[in-house]
């Protein structure tokens, strides 16, 4: 959907979600001004995305001529009326603290052009509280991404009450023209969808460590090479589907019972987070991947995902 | 590994884990030996075998040769003791019912030489209720595998009380020459690791889809195109270590009150399982894979798997 595509793009807050929303944009020619309150936080992501660039040219994932075309559409703003002025739409990432959103909403909305769409990247607010009372409270939507956002499609997608329906649309449309894919909610809900999801695997990951049922690379092996498989290829409601020979009903109508039974034997409290432990996760998950330090493992991720995302792109998904 | 191949492999039960455990082994040159009580259901694995291998070739998975040669060395044998004669390994995949294992693993232990290893691919039961009394107790194994074996490389293993830890070692050793990866589990919980972490994923995913949060395809996106991203290449540990930029003890340590409200926020309770929703889901998960039934599925799900298993295994793993 490339006239779908906005012109000029602004990101509000360039830490680690603003960084990847710089690429989620470049890449499709878009032209991007990164404003942070920090000036020198404006360069030290710069500085990023050129290293970032740099090694995907040399993993052979971007061109030469690509990576100058994204430099070339980038730039850092330390003036935030500036870095507003002429936006089509405006990603904010800034630090999850309620009373920070809404003031710099509050800002956005009175230094953008009046039919800019005005995007938060919040993983835990609901926009329906950043939004509330502003005069243009019917342009604000929450987009929030997974990390890296250039690597990992899905963005959740959710309204304030006083939301245009339109802006919400308009908003989707902007991102899958990116070559993200909108994921629709129909009300907030804590950690949404996604942080629920996980907060759900955690807890069972870190309950089995904690129990010493087995270690932490075990543990992970039956999420890094049999469970994330299916789930990366066709979903959760996917894998059920391919589990009975006449689909996701037929296996919940069988398996029911068995699925209730464990479902109730999960330990629904906490796990207790011991730093001792989780240090030596830590540094058994360097081993397996065969890397020193969290830069590096980073690094693994993301070519790894590079690749993951043309295997998918090449099956139509994303 | 190759040191570790066993010359030949008995699979007892020709069910959809059994048909996979074939092909882990034929694909290393491994004799295979197929039984199920019901002859009909050999011929019906030996059909799929077939056709599976078929449909690799045109996919150029697989070479004709090695199509062949895996043929070549697969045989079905509806007598369970000549099935057995010459069994350096026995991989039982039968019913889920104690009393039926445990009358089977008597008669694998009579049937087979001294030195056979007897693995269990049950997916519930304890090996230890198994094989509690028998005489070849010392060289019982549970080894479960993920559907589809053969393109889900980790395998859960644990020993009875009276399991020599020789063979469970030996065991693991077969299975890594053969290009799985044993997981080492140190004693039975119910649901073992992974299907205690996938009871935890459809329980939230189907807690939002019931109360409306979200709607099949939404709940499924975070997972197929975010968070299993992240699994499939790195894990669950290792995606917390990348989340903090001194890792998973910095992530946990400035997460935590978020993470316990959140858990303490998902609904404990069994989801309702109800039909007619279930029935939507299976349809929209077809609309969207761009496929009609579950075998055309299945299909989709396994060539992405195995150009998945090409990726990671650029990647050192499995």
């Known amino acids: 959907m490339p006239g779908n595509l906005p012109a000029h793009v602004t990101l509000v807050g360039a830490g680690v979600i603003g960084r990847g929303w710089i690429r989620v944009f470049a890449r499709h020619g878009v032209a991007v001004t990164v404003h942070d309150p920090d000036p020198a ?46 936006a089509d739409y405006v990603q904010e990432s800034a630090p999850e603290k309620l009373e920070v959103k ?33 005069a243009g409270e019917r342009r604000c939507v929450m987009a929030h991404p997974f990390n890296p956002p ?34 629709r ?11 629920r999801i996980q907060a759900a695997v955690v807890r069972e990951a870190l309950h089995l460590l904690e129990s010493g049922v ?15 498989l299916r789930w990366a ?21 069988r398996y029911e019972p068995s699925f209730a039974t464990l479902m109730n034997d999960l330990d629904s409290a906490p796990p207790r987070f011991d730093p001792s432990l989780l240090r030596a996760v830590g540094l058994a998950v360097e ?14 991720r993301d070519v790894m995902l ?13």
């Not at 087995?214 to 994330?228: P, Y």
Request: charged share 25%; aromatic share 4%.
């Open 41 to 86: 936080q404006i360069d030290r992501t710069l500085d990023w995305l050129e290293r970032d660039l740099a090694a995907d040219v040399t993993a052979g994932f971007v061109s030469a001529e690509a990576r100058t075309k994204m430099l070339g559409c980038t730039r850092g703003e330390a003036d935030l009326a500036r870095a507003l002025a002429v």
């Open 102 to 134: 809404r003031a710099l909403f509050a800002d956005l909305d009175r230094l953008t052009p009046a039919e800019a769409i005005l995007a938060s990247s919040t993983s835990a607010l609901d926009i329906g509280e950043i939004a509330r009372g502003l």
């Open 150 to 183: 250039h690597l990992l499609p899905a963005v959740e997608m959710l309204g304030a009450a006083g939301t245009d329906p339109a802006a919400l649309t308009k908003a989707c449309a902007i991102l899958s023209a990116c070559g993200q894919i909108p994921v």
């Open 185 to 195: 909610m129909t009300r907030y809900v804590k950690g949404f969808l996604g942080n």
């Open 214 to 228: 087995a270690d932490a690379v075990a543990i992970d092996a039956v999420i890094r090479d049999a469970l994330a």
């Open 233 to 253: 290829t066709i979903g959760n409601f996917g894998a059920n589907h391919t589990n009975a020979d006449e689909g996701i009903t037929q296996y919940f109508g």
């Open 287 to 300: 081993a397996r991947e065969g890397v020193t330090g969290v830069d590096a493992l980073i690094r693994r």
């Open 306 to 318: 590079t690749e993951l995302r043309q295997l998918k792109h090449r099956h139509d998904q994303g």
